[in-house]
């Protein structure tokens, strides 16, 4: 068993070398692709330097020229004819690109399945392209050739589907007549087959092309009074037929695949192309010449979706292999198996520790052995330099979070240890896996902060509702005696003559402290349910500042010491500015009284991130208890004296109102902030 896990070490110790070596070839990646993309932008300069013009019009065009030829286009045959060719060039377009897409598309699945087959079909459809863009180049007369003439653009599409026909079935067959043992030997040399294969494709694509370019003579392709106009596209629909019939379904056997079966449906459009011409078009760019290049541009696409679908399912079935690993990963022997499987994949921090012992044997800390990339973006430290590091050294509160005695009780005990529990250090609810690995453990720790906040709210929301119920229940009871009392008073005044100051001072009492308790009631209504607001237009800046204002009284009081940090630009939300007013009151009274006398400092911070403003409101008083952050705006609770607990929590209900987040980091003696997120006014 031993010596098993130590070769796996060593393997896993492997890729880290090999992820390093990764790394290297990203870099350098990176910058072949900085160069690619100023020389490509370079590279017109340079021509037109050199006398390169890519201009089709020249510097100057005869205005008397230009005036018969505008009368010339207004003729409705004339542009008939234009409109057609624009259709035309459209859909070959559209087949050209998707072609081009094609291959890119089948060497990144190449690369992921090294299966040889797909980037060969790639390279013979993207040279179906190359000959697509003769034909449409042609067609439109950018480029001419010796045999240039109206039904020249026929004649190149014949030839398009004969050659997209034969290179079909040419890369098909190419690996139907071949052994399985070829197959074999070819994988080995994989990248060196497919370049020679696509060289030879392109070489003879090439070759095609110079042909009829060369060409001064073509045969005449359409005969529109017979009753088969073009004879000729007979030939590419026998070739789709044994295609579609027999080559591709035995290619599918060979070599199943959602691309493979694809290939085949692709026969349908394709063969239908050429019926629709065949016995359908009498001229160019009538009803079945434009229908017959629909379909030819549908034919490349089934195959680019049957790639595209190839690939989804690729990622679909690596997702769940992922998900299957990270669920058996608290079994300690499938760990040991799978770690370094699973090590560079997860999304899940996953970790193995040693065990450092005392001359007595105790353990006395944990040494990093490993550590996957998930570690940087879940604890910002760095994997690769962790190996070999204290545990303590990097994470200090390690001891006070409670990791060396659960590693500790996972090391001795033998047995699986979970825990999940909040980090005030990382700020983050984790989820940690624990299995005995040698002297040592192997942990999972992954971040749960999502479901846990949702659970924090779904709890949140049934207390509030449950409070509400309460509240409501003791507001009407208590306000029904307390407007009697109320009414009583007033008649005790009308009846009590003014000069009477001992009666006047007791009715005084008994108004003031009616006040009181009818103002605690709404309160407490406030703080218990959902907060109507009335949305408006409102500059940030200005909310703070109007509602400092209604603080500067208890801040000159106690000489505190205000700072603001605004940005020049207005920030805009959508809030109740009266609400809102309230909500950072309370916040900012919190804050004055915390603080001392003549050395409190109140700093209000403005940002503005990407979709919300966040406000921080902080000072420099004497803290929250650690215990008492998390009960904070729960009504009722108060760390004040004489605190009625509901002004926090009629804050949260008034920012949750706004669709807004707060939260608070505290630290006991040094001081509190509130952070508020608001969401901005759409633009």
């Not at 980037?119 to 000959?131: E, N, Q, T, W």
């Not at 624990?434 to 902060?449: M, Q, Y």
């Not at 005084?508 to 009818?518: F, P, T």
């Not at 940005?567 to 009284?593: F, G, H, Q, R, S």
């Amino acid at each position: 068993m031993m010596a098993n896990f130590a070769r796996r070490f060593r393997s896993t110790l492997d890729s880290i070398v090999r992820l390093e070596f990764l790394e290297g070839k990203k870099d350098l990646l990176s910058v072949r692709l900085r160069w690619l993309v100023l020389s490509v932008c370079a590279i017109p300069v340079i021509l037109n330097l050199f006398g390169v013009d890519f201009g089709l019009v020249n510097d100057s065009l005869n205005p008397y020229q230009i005036s018969h030829l505008l009368e010339f286009e207004s003729q409705r045959d004339f542009q008939d004819i234009l409109r057609g060719r624009y259709v035309h060039a459209i859909f070959v377009s559209i087949g050209i690109a998707i072609s081009f897409l094609t291959i890119l598309l089948a060497f990144i699945d190449f690369r992921i399945k090294r299966e040889l087959s797909t980037p060969i079909l790639g390279v013979a459809l993207f040279c179906s392209g190359l000959f697509n863009t003769f034909h449409l180049l042609v067609a439109t007369r950018i480029i001419s050739t010796e045999a240039q003439q109206f039904y020249f653009t026929a004649f190149t599409w014949f030839f398009c589907r004969i050659f997209n026909a034969s290179i079909l079935i040419l890369g098909t067959g190419l690996f139907l007549v071949q052994s399985d043992a070829f197959r074999i030997e070819s994988q080995k040399k994989a990248r060196r087959f497919v370049l020679y294969i696509s060289v030879i494709f392109i070489l003879l694509t090439c070759l095609t092309i110079t042909i009829l370019f060369m060409s001064t003579e073509v045969p005449r392709v359409i005969y529109p009074y017979r009753n088969i106009a073009r004879s000729y596209d007979l030939i590419p629909l026998f070739l789709y037929a044994i295609s579609g019939l027999f080559i591709l379904p035995k290619f599918y056997q060979k070599y199943p695949s959602i691309f493979s079966q694809t290939l085949i449906w692709s026969m349908i459009p394709a063969a239908a192309t050429q019926l629709y011409m065949a016995f359908g078009s009498n001229e160019l760019f009538d009803n079945a010449f434009n229908i017959s290049h629909f379909l030819a541009a549908f034919t490349y696409f089934i195959p680019f979706l049957g790639l595209t679908m190839n690939y989804l399912q690729t990622h679909k079935n690596e997702q769940l292999v992922i998900g299957k690993l990270h669920v058996e990963v608290s079994d300690r022997e499938h760990a040991e198996k799978t770690l370094s499987g699973v090590l560079f994949s997860s999304l899940s921090s996953i970790m193995a520790f040693s065990a450092k012992r005392n001359s007595q044997g105790a353990i006395m800390g944990f040494t990093w052995t490993l550590a996957n990339p998930a570690v940087n973006s879940m604890f910002k430290w760095d994997y690769e330099n962790l190996p070999g590091k204290n545990l303590s050294d990097i994470f200090p509160a390690a001891e006070k979070e409670g990791w060396i005695s659960l590693f500790t009780r996972a090391t001795e005990s033998g047995e699986e240890m979970n825990q999940d529990y909040y980090s005030p250090f990382f700020k983050k609810w984790l989820l940690m896996i624990c299995v005995k690995l040698e002297d040592g453990v192997a942990v999972t720790i992954s971040d749960i902060s999502k479901r846990k906040n949702a659970q924090q709210e779904l709890m949140t929301a049934e207390r509030l509702a449950v409070t509400g119920r309460i509240s409501r229940t003791i507001a009407h009871e208590i306000r029904n005696p307390l407007t009697n009392i109320n009414l009583s008073l007033d008649q005790l005044k009308s009846e009590f003559p003014s000069s009477d100051g001992q009666a006047t001072a007791f009715m005084e009492i008994i108004r003031r402290n009616s006040e009181r308790i009818n103002q605690l009631i709404s309160e407490l209504l406030y703080s218990s349910k959902p907060a109507e607001i009335q949305l408006q237009a409102k500059s940030i800046q200005s909310l703070l500042d109007e509602t400092i204002v209604l603080a500067a009284d208890r801040l000159h009081l106690k000489s505190i010491s205000l700072a603001k940090d605004y940005p020049e630009t207005v920030i805009l939300a959508e809030l109740d500015p009266d609400k809102m007013k309230i909500a950072i009151l309370n916040i900012i009274i919190n804050a004055i009284e915390a603080m001392e006398a003549n050395t409190g400092q109140l700093k209000i911070r403005i940002e503005k991130e990407p979709e919300h403003c966040l406000i921080s409101i902080s000072d420099n008083g004497c803290g929250i208890p650690e215990e008492n952050i998390e009960h904070l705006f729960d009504p009722f609770f108060s760390g004040k004296q004489h605190g009625t607990g509901l002004g926090l929590a009629a804050t949260q209900n008034i920012i949750r109102a706004h669709h807004g987040k707060i939260e608070v980091d505290s630290i006991a003696n040094k001081g509190t902030t509130f952070k508020i997120w608001l969401p901005l006014k759409p633009a």
